[in-house]
């Protein structure tokens, strides 16, 4: 996304070069959210849905969106009132195991 408040440098590139600039720098995306700075780098990327809340960042090769485990549970546990065991068996059997093409999200568990 493009600020409409451009300086005089960036008003110099033309549109389609600033669109191949934000896909090879991504962090000169400006998104409001990170569902969003995600979408804007990569159009593929594909979302779990209801956990926005537990997206963490994009993986550095493929531009997928990596999502925190433990952040899932709990969004498991407090959306759908679901006891920590129920969670986790919904996680694995789910989510974390399904595969839905090349972008497919991945889940990680942090070690701090």
Do not use: W
């Not at 962090?27 to 409001?32: A, G, I, N, Q």
């Not at 433990?70 to 129920?86: A, F, G, N």
């Amino acid at each position: 996304m493009i600020k409409n408040h451009m300086t005089e440098k960036q008003k110099l590139i033309s549109p389609q070069h600033r669109k191949r600039l934000t896909k090879e720098y991504p962090h000169y995306v400006d998104c409001k959210s990170a569902r969003s700075f995600i979408g804007d780098i990569n159009e593929q990327a594909l979302f779990a849905d209801g956990f926005d809340n537990a997206i963490i960042g994009y993986d550095a090769n493929g531009f997928c969106v990596v999502y925190d485990y433990d952040k899932c549970l709990k969004v498991l546990i407090e959306r759908d009132d679901m006891s920590y065991p129920e969670a986790h068996e919904y996680m694995e059997f789910n989510v974390v195991c399904s595969f839905v093409g090349e972008f497919t999200p991945i889940f990680i568990h942090s070690l701090t």
